[in-house]
């Protein structure tokens, strides 16, 4: 449509899976997963044989489930690169909006058995939880929930790429956001984005740190099990040539054995907790992508409003023929004559009407930035308070684990006590 | 001579170690014999042979302790020449052949090898339990360092106590004298034992022979011959396996320290999850005590036996190649019976007393032998069982305290009210 106005439809979208979520907002009325992955050939816009991975996204009707009915869910394929097309939409759409990240592109974050390979399985199953995550925090998002786009998104199986198109969004893309680095010169900064920045820096900074050491920790503890296998060995080979603590020392080596394999599920589970991690990370990025929005609306804003301050000064100085600043214009009119009082009647009209207009735009300008940062920081106070819970939540179910590990490491060493016992 | 000579039979004796000794006195001997429960054998060469004849045991046996030895207080001595250390040896006992109760000398590392080497003479086919050695290997670059000064001692007096507790060396004279002389004494009494060059002349010999290999060996040394290769190789790459668990560990332990502090650090910048990632730090740092814990644990009581059973496998390779030059010995003898060149009566008369000599040396082998495989399994058998202990003790604590961190989270008043909310 291109009207600017990202597309709405009243349709309340709530997940299965729910985390806490304001009322008021929503209304149930489907369940959404993502359920399957699955690994296809294609040809690229070049012409290229590629291969990627598809994902299934099933939806259903919350009201034929409580029915008692069994309809099947409908659903439809997406794969990676149209997931991101809808987020920058999105993020177009709604720029005072924290925009739920998506799973990462690629693998970061390796420890050593970890394959960095996209197309490796354990990778593709946690990127499918991923996507699924990410629909769902849209779809139980108080704005973003009742955007058309994203309902055809889950429903629409073919042109749904024509579509988003058609909305223009691209149009909207500031080109100087991606230029992370720009700073602008911003003369009365708000403090509270000045602040939220500052935050989403420290957050990013504290959780790749955390990431990194995560992995290398996970490295280590890998390795202290998986040598403890290499007594399995030693044990079962040297009772072949003792009689009487042979049995003892057998049965010990198998429980080492079992010690050492049972490090791979008690690590696959951390890369779970690590990936909710991980997505507080990438929030992180979209919280200062919010920031970086506002900052430029203020900067636009600052500049328009010395724009139209300069253009006040010059008719001024034309009505009054003071010349308070200098100009070239004015020393060339010194140089080579003055101008008529036809002309600068002429100029000062064509002033004028350009202030009229300018002082319209800024006004508009203005409401829109406070509506920006009103809506903002609500939404900012929501997000706050949802990190606050899943992170806490995560934090527990790491302790969960811990806990689980330890127990686990407890029978096993017991068990292995005891054949040590009957040696 | 022919009057004190008589034939050793086999039969009728349940032998258990042979003791050598180079007095001529008999009265000595017959005083001897009534302690110690051993009848006279033979006269040779100006030796004794002596058989204990255990179905005569007394009814204070050696498993009642009498001599107890303790091994400590390191002291570095700096002459002109030579910078050494010195251990205090303290004895304390009631046997009757000892002036006193109690005796308290120091020693230093040459001090040990020359009572192993004396024991080794006395006694060529007994396992002796292992020195440690005089260099380590990997990565030590100052010969005093600490851990390596109380690895040695510990060592050392492993050394001496299972000395005293084997039923044949623990009555050596040589030990005796080790034990309760002073510093001049020691000196002047080793100037008195066999040249240097005959003790050289004997290892020579010994690795000639099982160079040429013996024809014939009995079944049973055959077969602790293999055992004792296979027993070699095992022993050694559990000693590698455990060093590397430990190395693994220590690692584990230095990045655990650092993710601790990343949660400190990110509790900075936070105010709701302010308390649960400072509790998480905190847990870390507690499992990071328990990691030292089991690491100390491992270096104190598995290492250090698998260490000395290296040494035992290389000291039994020695023994069993002492037996078969012992052996060799009479071998060559026979076969230069059936030359008629030699003098068959002094042949005759020699090949008797090394056919003795065999066979002490064989029946002290074994029952040393049956000794060393009781002694082995139990020390393995405790070791192990440490070693499962502190594991079990390293996850119990981890345990208890990530369970701590759960409840605290549960009983924080922090937490949302929400009932939808999933812990």
Sequence with gaps: ?423 | MSEGVMRYKRKGFDCGECLRHNSNDLEDWREGHHINGCKLIQFYNGGISFIYDNQNKFEEEPDVKDLFITVDDPESHFTAIETFITYRVATKTSRGEFDSSEYEVRRRYQDFIWLKSRLEDAHPTLILPPLPEKFIMKGMVERFNDDFIETRRKALHTFLNRIADHPTLSFNEDFKVFLTAQAWELTTHKKQGPSLLSRMGQTVRAVASSVRGVKNRPEEFVAISEYVETFSQKINTLDKITHRIYKEEKEYFEEMKEYGSIHTLWSASEEDLAGSLKGIASCTDKCCKAIDQLMAGLSENLMPVVQEYILYSEMLMSVLKRRDQIQADLDVKVEALSSKKTDQESLHEAIGILEDKVECANNALKSDWDRWKQNMRSDFKSAFTNMAEININYYEECLATWEAFLSSQANNPQLEEDPEDKL
């Design chain 1, 1 to 423: 449509m291109g009207d600017g106005a990202p597309e709405k439809e009243s349709c309340g979208i709530v997940s299965g899976r729910s985390e806490t979520m304001e009322e008021n907002y929503l209304l149930k009325k489907i369940e959404i997963g993502v359920s399957e992955a699955e690994k296809r050939n294609g040809k690229t816009s070049m012409n290229m044989q590629e291969t990627y991975t598809a994902y299934l996204i099933e939806t259903r009707s919350v009201e034929s489930q409580l029915d008692g009915q069994n309809t099947p869910p409908d659903s439809l394929w997406r794969r990676y690169s149209e997931f991101e097309l809808l987020r920058n939409y999105l993020l177009v759409s709604y720029p005072y909006v924290v925009v739920p990240p998506l799973p990462e592109k690629r693998a970061e974050f390796v420890w050593h058995k970890l394959s960095a390979d996209n197309m490796d399985p354990d990778f593709v199953e946690r990127r499918r939880i991923g996507l699924e995550s990410f629909l769902l925090r849209v779809a139980s998002h108080p704005t973003l929930c009742h955007d058309k786009i994203f309902y055809s998104f889950l429903t629409q199986e073919s042109g749904w790429k024509e579509a988003v198109y058609e909305t223009g969004f691209q149009l909207k893309v500031d080109s100087r956001l991606k230029a992370l680095n720009a700073t602008f010169r911003v003369k009365n900064p708000d403090k509270r984005f000045t602040q939220l920045k500052h935050y989403s820096d420290e957050l990013q900074t504290a959780i790749s740190h955390l990431l990194r050491v995560r992995a290398r920790v996970a490295d280590r503890l890998y390795g202290v099990y998986k040598v403890h296998g290499n007594y399995g060995r030693v044990f079962s080979e040297w009772s072949a040539i003792e009689k009487e603590m042979g049995d003892g020392l057998q049965s010990a080596g198998h429980h080492m054995d079992v010690y050492a394999a049972s490090i791979d599920d008690i690590l696959e589970e951390e890369e779970h907790y690590a990936d909710q991690l991980k997505e507080y990370l990438f929030y992180a990025e979209a919280l200062r992508a919010v920031c970086r929005k506002h900052e430029l609306m203020q900067y636009d804003l600052e500049m328009a409003a010395l724009d139209l301050a300069t253009k006040k000064q010059q008719c001024e100085e034309l009505a009054t023929g003071t010349v308070r600043t200098f100009s070239l214009k004015g020393m060339t009119s010194k140089l080579f004559g003055q101008e008529t009082p036809e002309q600068r009647e002429a100029k000062i009209k064509a002033l004028e009407e350009q202030i009229e207009e300018e002082e319209k735009q800024l006004k508009a300008k203005n409401l829109e930035s406070s509506d920006f940062v009103k809506s903002a920081w609500a939404d900012i106070d929501h997000f706050k308070e949802q990190k606050n819970r899943d992170l806490k939540e995560a934090l527990i179910s790491y302790a969960v684990m811990q806990i689980s590990m330890c127990k686990k490491g407890i029978q096993v060493w017991t068990n292995a006590k005891e054949c040590f016992s009957k040696m």
